[in-house]
Nanobody
Framework: QVQLVESGGGLVQAGNSLRLSCAASGRAFSSLNMGWFRQAPGNEREFVAAISATGSFTRYVDSVKGRFAISRDNAKNTVYLQMNSLKPEDTAAYYC???????????????????WGQGTQVTVSS
């Protein structure tokens, strides 16, 4: 089993930055491909970014490319999402997710991730 706990959300003004963290415990973190998703009220859960187990490969949804960066520190069992130039449309609950596969596809399908955190709220004011 894997337990994931997000932190770092909050209320910020547009143009500012936040860094989300997701701490993992349980199964070996370094074997997990990790992803960040978000969900705004009334919307489906949306893929944001993914990173391979070693951190060598990443993938982003087009709307955050150039503004967000996913990274990980396997020594600290933590994955990060650095969010810069935030926009009001980035407002959502952000979730980290994990999956154990032998390859990296950066899949955007949330059903492919069996492990989920409880989420952290990000609110961007205009």
């Amino acid at each position: 089993q894997v337990q994931l706990v997000e932190s770092g959300g909050g209320l910020v003004q547009a143009g500012n930055s936040l860094r989300l963290s997701c701490a993992a415990s349980g199964r070996a973190f370094s074997s997990l491909n990790m992803g960040w998703f978000r969900q705004a009220p009334g919307n489906e859960r949306e893929f944001v970014a993914a990173i391979s187990a070693t951190g060598s490969f990443t993938r982003y949804v087009d709307s955050v490319k150039g503004r967000f960066a996913i990274s990980r520190d396997n020594a600290k069992n933590t994955v990060y999402l650095q969010m810069n130039s935030l926009k009001p449309e980035d407002t959502a609950a952000y979730y980290c997710a994990g999956r154990t596969v032998s390859f990296f596809s950066g899949t955007s399908d949330p059903s492919k991730y069996p492990y989920w955190g409880q989420g952290t709220q990000v609110t961007v004011s205009s």
